[in-house]
């Protein structure tokens, strides 16, 4: 007499027969029933291939079950870029984002690698590579002219000045809160008027940013 099993306790056997086939490492007959179990199983089983460091496996098996963040992570880190590029739309976190552009600017891949900065909210990163090696100054120059950054306008500081361009080497002095070297620099390449210039464009973008915070405040929701 041929006893018909619940479908659930069919279910539970093959997923711990898959987990066992995972320990044991026997590894393609337990991905193969990982997958047909679904993705709490494939997860599962993800998790078991990393602790028996089959990182490739791992990874593939955490994007079948939906675990895309961390299947991400581990093509970045075994350079599979070919899976990981199919992917990345998916990714939110900036950390992967960042993970991935750093690999990419290792390769050399530089547009890659900047759209993966900018993706990742590293947009120090990404001046650093329109200055270096992607030849696009004007865009390093606006990325720096919205955020502010005292780093980042350093670095165009540099540029600015090996490329004998100090009209744009002074207003970004001022924006590293660097004004004496400002003011020098003016003085010496007779450029006051630039700098008087760009001190006056200074004062409208703080007076800006204050009423944006004020404007901020006021709508806030918790203002009392």
Known sequence: MQVQLPEEHVFQCKAGIARMHMKLGNTTRGMQLAIECGDAVCRDCAWILEGLKQVSDAAMLHEKGGNIERAAMLYIKTQDFRSAEKI??????????????????????????????????????????????????????????????????????????????????????????????????????????SLALFLGKMARVASTWKLRGITRVRSSPNRR
Do not use: W
């Not at 992967?96 to 690999?103: R, V």
């Not at 090996?162 to 390449?189: P, V, W």
């Open 88 to 193: 990345m739309a998916k990714i939110t976190t900036p950390k992967t984002h960042i993970k991935y552009a750093k690999a990419k600017e290792k390769q050399g891949q530089y547009k890659e690698a900047a759209d993966a900065y900018e993706k990742g909210k590293d947009t120090e990163s990404l001046v650093r590579l329109c200055l270096e090696h992607l030849q696009l100054p004007q865009r390093a120059f606006s990325i720096v002219r919205e955020t502010r950054e005292t780093a980042s306008a350093m670095d165009i500081v540099k540029y600015t000045l090996k490329t004998g361009d100090f009209r744009s080497a002074i207003e970004f002095l001022l924006i590293a809160k660097e004004n004496e070297k400002a003011i020098e620099t003016a003085r010496e390449h007779d450029m006051m008027d």
